[in-house]
């Protein structure tokens, strides 16, 4: 369930990345591949959880270089930069609260 959480928000970042300007685009682009690459390999890893902590770091990463590309662009304003920030934010949480729930339920099964 994480890994897919983590995927479909590699792919929401992904998304917000190729709508921008094509200078930030280029600028981003080897973050953007890197959180490609990372969700692929996260899909048939041996390390399962090593693979969601490798994806949840680069999804960070990804998602603080697109604020901050937000926040340089004078077209962008402060109110949209915040709502970019708190959406992001929001995911992220989200997907942490499920990594949380996801080792809770396996060291339950662990126990029974």
């Known amino acids: 369930m994480v890994a897919s959480l983590g995927i479909r928000f590699a792919r929401s970042l992904y ?8 200078d930030e ?6 973050i953007a591949a890197h959180v490609k690459e990372t969700a692929l390999d996260s899909r048939g890893a041996g390390d399962q959880r090593a693979a969601e902590q490798r994806l949840h770091e680069a999804n960070e ?10 926040e ?9 930069v915040t709502r970019l920030r708190d959406d992001l934010r929001r995911e992220l949480e ?16 662990r126990r029974g």
């Open 15 to 22: 998304g917000r990345w190729r709508s921008m300007r094509t």
């Open 25 to 30: 685009r280029e600028r981003l682009a080897a």
């Open 61 to 70: 990463h990804f998602a603080a270089a697109i604020i901050e590309s937000a």
């Open 72 to 80: 340089a662009d004078p077209d962008i304003d402060e109110f949209e």
């Open 94 to 109: 989200r997907i942490a609260g499920a990594d949380i729930t996801a080792r809770r339920g396996q060291a339950g099964d």
